[in-house]
């Protein structure tokens, strides 16, 4: 009996321990997050970053000959059995 009261107390204490230690990250936490004083932020005007800027396109680069040399993809045709089992005509609707 005396033996099974020790390890109960062992037991006991070492809970303790590890509350106390608990107990203590939270208290570091809630003073360093709402009782510490806020840091200083300087923030900019916001208005002088948020001017629009004037886009412009130089057509001139369109006019370029290696672009006339491109040329365009053949157009691909789908046979009558690919067309017919593409799917339900109203793939909403339930079976």
Do not use: C, H, W
């Amino acid at each position: 009996m005396a033996i099974s009261f020790v390890k109960e107390q062992k037991k006991q204490k070492y809970l303790i321990a590890v509350f106390a230690v608990v107990i203590l990250i939270i208290g570091v936490f809630v003073y360093q997050n709402f009782f510490r004083g806020k840091a200083n932020i300087i923030i900019p005007d916001v208005a002088e970053e948020l001017t629009a800027k004037k886009a412009e396109i130089n057509f001139m680069a369109l006019e370029n000959p290696i672009l006339g040399i491109l040329q365009q993809f053949e157009e691909i045709k789908l046979t009558s059995d690919v067309e017919n089992s593409a799917g339900r005509p109203n793939p909403f609707l339930p079976y």
